[in-house]
């Protein structure tokens, strides 16, 4: 499934993160292209506090950052069996790895990092910033994939693929 959201102002991207945590599930993966100011990391944080986290921050200089988030955040009329499989497994909460590609200059670096293993980890969310730089990675995932573009000074439009049916 595509999608495609215009947004106007910083306040209209957050509430996107917003709506984008309430069909997050365990085990996806979510890849992020735009320019530098794009608004990557105010989509992601917003994704992070919507899903529970307290604070957040951008991975720019850890490359990864993880927050251990409460999984009843999904409301119990839409908990999935895999969901409910994951919270008895996982005693209510699981991680979303938030990951920045920006400053990873190769893919022994990434590899030395441990990204592979965030990535492959079916029991979190995992949402990475400057996906395009590496992305044969994402090759085997199917991965939820956002491309933000910059329309004006705070305008964006979001173009969602691979959006899952819930």
């Known amino acids: 499934m595509r999608m495609v959201r215009k947004t106007l102002s910083l ?22 292209t735009g320019d530098l100011g794009a608004g990557k990391t105010t989509l992601v944080n917003a994704i992070c506090k919507g899903l529970g986290a307290e604070e957040t921050s951008s991975p720019t200089f850890t490359i990864v950052n993880t927050y251990t988030i409460p ?47 965030f990535i492959s980890d079916t029991d979190s969310i995992v949402v990475v910033e400057w996906a395009e730089r590496f992305q044969d990675i994402f090759d085997d995932l199917s991965p939820i994939s956002i491309e933000i573009e910059i329309d004006g000074e705070n305008e964006r439009t979001f173009i969602i693929k691979n959006l899952k049916d819930r």
């Open 11 to 32: 306040e209209d991207t957050e509430k996107l993160g917003q709506d984008l945590s309430e069909i997050l599930r365990p085990g996806d993966v979510v890849t992020l």
């Open 71 to 117: 999984l009843p955040a999904y409301g119990d009329d839409s908990v999935s069996d895999f969901v409910r499989a994951h919270v008895e497994k996982a005693t209510h909460e699981t991680n979303f790895h938030h990951i920045d590609f920006y400053r990873i200059e190769t893919v022994d670096e990434l590899i030395e990092r441990g990204i592979p293993e």
